[in-house]
């Protein structure tokens, strides 16, 4: 069996594993560190559940080996929220907006917002929904998850600073 | 937002006690779940719709280090017995083929043939990929207007036919006399496409066999836990009390998880035979080729109306492909419902109705959100063919014929007997909402510039389904020393809100803090029996069992406070936990007070008094509960590209007393997208060899974020007779989208010639209905 060393950061902390080079950055954050609320939907990287943050960057988890992972800052959606606990501001709106039902879709949905938001503060509508078609909901239609995104843009934009 | 209704908690747009977890990554699905030395499993599946299995070798799958069990039909057959879901029925055992594993022939591109199972999924994955399957090809059934006829070839040559369902329609000498005086008789063949549930998380169980307690456990990603329980109880002979079903959050089901599947059977019976615990985890291409299919059904309909548009009686001749393995009430009973809902919300007075439904070598069918909606679909295109072919507008054809309030109680031409619903009224809402009058000029105005726009309704009513073992719900509640609150019931919420909803009416009903209040659903063990999540009953029917204990509850409560407090409890209040006098709020004792008399000290109660506090009730549904609602939407057609555009989308909804509008709007909303995915894109095709097209995303389309309009709301609150006066609302976003769909695209083009009566409605399909008119 091909098997590599794994390090990596992951929500802040070092983590390393000895793992076989064929299985996804996603088997490894749910199977080997049992971080299970990175979700797999389709493992064909159409569906975006299983999105994540790498060195910054949203990324699909079952798309990229995870030896390619190996010295990067992964952030999942255990480590999205804020250090003290509790919700994130993103997080906080899915909620208030009724962005989620089944819930399985969403910590790659939150993810993909957290990821729209850095780079783009305040997105009009055509950004909002081009930043969420890489994400597939099957129970809100979508709706919530839209008014989600505007409320948490809303939001950035009336803090002070 | 709140009705005229709401209380402190029921009408109010709670928020979810399910989200924190959610949001955080911290829910459990069946794939979270690690069981001390699990296996896992599996598939080999058939590449062929149809075929005799002439050779199976599972030497080389065997020899892969890992692999510790490659079991086929005939390994499993010693270890289990033919099984019936309650809903059904034990009559209908045999009725229909229900075998876990492919024996001796194959019945579909995907039906399974052998069960592997291993040290972990990879290695089950490469030992499948060496379990040698040696299928000679037979010529696979898969035109459903010759399945029937078909004497030689057999999707289950032991049923010895293809019909696997047979609606007749008796001689109506009444109707053909109202046909032969009709100045009017429009008849038309509607088409609806294979479409399915695709909830995001896929099939998945862990069975864990454990002979020496003795006890079966089953992990599962179920709407029915207390069914999976019954289902593998009577399949293995187990006493049902040695087999506990534990369900976890679930990714969505929309019916595909209502019953249990195959795989499902043969991963039991495994860990039955292993003795281990196995799991499996569908991926996505399996759940598109094997979890269940839906949607795919026909009718020739004919309408008999006067000059005015007033219906006098209709036809309908129906058939539906249920595909090999179909689930029977989806199956074999796919025109029941078609049938008894084909009226709707139209005096219509006389029907003739015949249904087939049909084996086909493709997957088999399952229930998905409105399992009968093609009833919508077809009348609501017929309304619309038969404004058409008269003239006249759309909107006024239905407001000629819809049941008004005037008319109720209403007995439809199936027998059902309307109360409580609001077709007429949820129809003018829905044309004023998306500005009827203002489009049609706006829709002129465009064909000026050539710009086709179109605008179209769906008009329905939705049953709560109450029959047979879906009749009753259970709950139980218990306040315990701390004064917190259990919710403990038999639902299985799979992001219905269930957890949220049902704590809304206890704390209302209690008079508790809604925070204090934990809700216990999805272990057989705990939990009082319940049919599942699913059907639109949980408003109906749980409701009423959780406003049942609360109320029972609160009297226990007072009745304790009274004797504590020297009071009568009739001048006793409960607000917030806290129980007081009326008019003297410094008289009070807290939950907590009570509930510590009530166990820790039951000598301070009154004499007879039962110590300790908890109830239980269980609900029983009306017999016919109705909402209703419609749909209107706004579409533009690029004649070029055939491209559908919807500009607006409004829904007037009557759900009866709503006990969580943001949590109605939510189940409106996913409905109506999954109706506009299947119209407009999703679509799963087999070629003329019967393969499976569609087993990816990329091909399987599902409508994103991009392609969805805003959808506006209206509702009515029309109280239903149960007891909050909650009506059931979950499928009607799926039922009623469609219609309305296909009838704006229909309106958009009909100025051209074009005449719209299949689904799908792609580019693809749009281009080829204007080439067809010449356009």
């Known amino acids: 069996m091909n098997e590599r060393d794994l390090t990596a950061t992951v929500n802040g902390v070092q983590r390393s594993a000895r793992v076989e080079a064929r299985l996804t950055l996603a088997d490894v954050l749910r199977d080997c560190w049992r971080l299970t609320g990175t979700h797999l939907g389709c493992e064909h990287g159409v569906c975006g559940a299983c999105t994540v943050m790498v060195d910054g960057l949203a990324v699909r988890s079952c798309l990229m080996l ?96 | 937002m709140s009705d005229a209704s709401a209380g402190r908690y029921i009408g109010q747009s709670v928020r979810r006690f399910e989200d924190p977890r959610l949001l955080t990554g911290h829910g459990t699905y069946i794939d979270d779940v690690a069981v001390p030395g699990m296996l896992h499993a599996a598939f080999v599946r058939s590449s062929f719709a149809h075929g005799r299995i002439r050779r199976v070798d599972s030497t080389e799958a065997a020899a892969v280090d890992g692999v510790v069990a490659v079991l086929f039909a005939a390994d499993l057959a010693a270890n289990y017995q033919p099984t019936w879901s309650s809903i059904i029925g034990r009559a209908a055992v045999s009725a229909q083929p229900l075998r876990p594993l492919a024996d001796q022939d194959v019945r579909f591109a995907g039906d399974p043939v052998a069960i592997v199972v291993a040290r972990s999924r990879h290695i089950a994955e490469d030992g499948a990929e060496l379990v040698e399957v040696d299928i000679e090809p037979l010529p696979p059934v898969l035109d459903v207007t010759a399945a029937g006829n078909d004497r030689l070839n057999l999707v289950h040559p032991e049923v010895g036919t293809n019909v696997a369902g047979k609606l007749a329609a008796d001689p109506d000498p009444e109707l053909d006399e109202i046909f032969a005086a ?122 008999a109306v006067d000059h005015d548009g007033r219906i006098l009686g209709a036809r309908v001749t129906h058939t539906a492909n249920v595909g090999s393995y179909s689930i029977p009430p989806a199956g074999n009973g796919a025109g029941v419902g078609v049938k008894n809902l084909f009226p709707g919300p139209y005096k219509i007075p006389r029907l003739s109705f015949e249904s087939e439904a049909l084996y086909t070598n493709t997957c088999g069918r399952t229930p998905y959100r409105g399992p009968w909606m093609f009833e919508t679909v077809l009348r609501e295109q017929m309304v619309d063919i038969v404004a058409r072919a008269l003239g006249k507008d759309p909107l006024e054809l239905r407001r000629i014929n819809v049941v008004r309030s005037a008319d109720l109680p209403y007995t439809s031409a199936t027998g059902l007997v309307y109360e409580r619903i609001s077709p007429a009224e949820s129809l003018e809402q829905a044309a004023e909402l998306i500005g009827y009058e203002d489009f049609r000029r706006e829709q002129a105005a465009a064909r000026e510039k050539e710009r086709y726009l179109g605008i179209g309704f769906g008009l329905y009513v939705e049953p709560s389904q109450t029959g047979g073992s879906m009749a009753s719900e259970g709950a139980i509640l218990r306040i315990d020393p701390g004064g917190t609150v259990t919710l403990i019931m038999g639902t299985a919420s799979h992001g219905q809100s269930t957890e949220t909803t049902m704590a809304q009416i206890v704390a209302e009903h209690l008079g508790c803090p809604i925070e204090d209040i934990v809700f216990i ?201 149960t007891p909050g006066g909650f009506k059931g609302m979950g499928e009607g976003g799926a039922i009623g989208s469609p219609a309305a769909v296909v009838n704006a695209i229909a309106d958009a083009l009909a100025c051209l010639g074009v005449r719209i009566t299949d689904q799908p409605l792609g580019p693809e399909q749009i281009v080829a209905a204007l080439e067809a008119a010449g356009v």
Request: net charge negative; with cysteine; hydrophobic share 40%.
């Open chain 1, 66 to 161: 995870a030896i390619q992972a190996d010295g990067c800052e992964v952030t999942t959606i255990e480590g999205i929220g804020p250090e003290s606990g509790g919700l994130s501001l993103v997080q906080r709106m899915f909620q208030q907006e009724h962005g989620l039902q089944c819930g399985f879709c969403t910590p790659g949905l939150v993810i993909s917002v957290a990821a729209l938001l850095a780079d783009n503060p305040s997105p009009t509508d055509e950004e909002i929904l081009d930043g969420l078609s890489g994400n597939l909901c099957r129970c809100t239609g979508y709706q919530g998850i839209i008014h989600a995104v505007r409320a948490a843009a809303a939001a950035i934009a009336g803090e002070p600073g």
């Open chain 2, 521 to 721: 659903q999805g272990d057989t063990a705990l939990t009082p029996w319940g049919p599942g999540t699913g059907g639109s009953r949980t408003a109906i029917i749980a409701a009423g069992a959780a406003q049942e204990v609360a109320v029972q509850m609160r009297v226990k409560v007072l009745n304790i406070a009274a004797h504590l407090l020297e009071a009568s409890p009739h001048d006793l209040e409960i607000s917030d936990g806290v129980i007081s006098v009326k008019g003297d709020p410094a008289i009070a004792l807290s939950l907590r007070d009570i509930a510590e008399a009530a166990y820790l000290s039951p000598g301070t109660l009154a004499p007879g008094t039962e110590p300790g506090l908890l109830t239980q009730a269980r609900s029983l549904a009306p017999p016919l509960t109705l909402s209703n609602a419609c749909h209107a939407c706004t579409v533009e057609v690029d004649v070029r590209t055939g491209r559908v555009r919807v500009l607006r989308y409004a829904v007037s909804e009557d759900c009866g007393r709503m006990i969580n509008p943001m949590v109605v709007e939510g189940q409106i909303a996913g409905g109506v997208v999954q109706g506009l995915g299947g119209v407009l894109y999703e679509h799963m095709i087999y070629d003329d060899d019967g393969n499976p097209l569609t087993t990816t995303f990329l091909d399987y389309l599902l409508p994103t974020a991009a392609e969805v309009p805003e959808i506006e709301y209206g509702h009515l609150t029309t109280p239903a007779n």
């Open chain 2, 182 to 303: 009709a100045p009017h008789v429009i008849t038309e063949t509607i088409r609806q496409h294979r479409y399915i549930a695709v909830p995001m998380e896929g099939r998945g169980l862990i069975a864990s066999w454990e002979p020496h307690v003795p006890q079966l456990t089953i992990w599962s990603a179920t709407q029915a836990p207390h069914e999976v329980r019954s289902w593998c109880a009577r399949m293995l002979d187990l006493p049902e009390h040695r087999v506990r079903v534990l369900m976890g959050d679930v990714g969505g089901g929309f019916g595909q998880k209502m019953f249990t599947t195959r795989e499902e059977m043969a991963v039991v019976i495994a860990s039955y035979q292993l003795g281990r615990p196995v799991k499996w985890i569908e991926d996505r291409s399996e759940n598109l080729l094997a979890a269940g299919h839906a949607r795919e059904e026909h009718a020739t309909a004919s309408m």
